[in-house]
T-cell receptor, first 110, second 115 residues
């Protein structure tokens, strides 16, 4: 599986956009980019996924570079409840399980 | 609706003992996954079921770990002769199917402490 690299931690002010980067320079053509987050003492929660086009849902936007070697998860208006560890995962088509790294700890402050 | 539930929420046991961890998936979800999360790490895959059968058990660390899902719903993760290194949060997830587009819904986990 392709490896991902994420910053260990990031800070964001409440109400501002949080932009979380992920590097996946060895990604293959049949591998999707997934984002999950884990709030303290809870199980991970699905956020969004994409292949090569940008994606948006009610939680976030996913921007994937044209060469697909990196992506950015955008939380448009971060709230205190968005404080969590965010995991960027590369998952091959047809592969059922998730391979988590250490993720990025996002701290949203007032 | 009800999400994935796991019992117990916390389990403390002594080295060498046997433990069972239970997972109740979302009703109708055919795929069920077990992960283990050590402190400061991301979850690590252990085993997954599609229906009653284990479709992939490549993540089980050794033969002390075993999981069952006899009726295709509830699953039990069993750990024999527990060791201190087994201490972790054990997470269960379920999804409608095991395709890449099926979102996995996670339970809150069982925190296992082996003394």
């Amino acid at each position: 599986d392709a490896k991902t690299t994420q910053p260990t931690s990031m800070d964001c002010a409440e109400g501002r956009a949080a932009n979380l980067p992920c590097n996946h320079s060895t990604i293959s053509g049949n591998e999707y980019v997934y984002w999950y987050r884990q709030i303290h003492s809870q199980g991970p929660q699905y956020i969004i996924h994409g292949l090569k086009n940008n994606e948006t849902n009610e939680m976030a936007s996913l921007i994937i570079t044209e060469d697909r070697k990196s992506s950015t998860l955008i939380l448009p208006h971060a709230t205190l409840r968005d404080t969590a560890v965010y995991y960027c995962i590369v998952r091959p088509l047809g592969y059922s399980t998730l391979t988590f790294g250490k993720g990025t700890m996002l701290l949203v402050s007032p | 609706g009800a999400g994935v539930s796991q019992t117990p929420s916390n389990k403390v046991t002594e080295k060498g003992k046997y433990v069972e961890l239970r997972c109740d998936p979302i009703s109708g979800h055919t795929a069920l996954y077990w992960y283990r999360q050590s402190l400061g790490q991301g979850p690590e895959f252990l085993i997954y079921f599609q229906g009653t059968g284990a479709a992939d058990d490549s993540g089980l660390p050794n033969d002390r770990f075993f999981a069952v899902r006899p009726e295709g719903s509830v699953s039990t993760l069993k750990i024999q002769r527990t060791e201190r290194g087994d201490s972790a949060v054990y997470l269960c997830a379920s999804s409608l199917g095991d395709s890449y587009y099926n979102e996995q819904f996670f339970g809150p986990g069982t925190r296992l402490t082996v003394l």
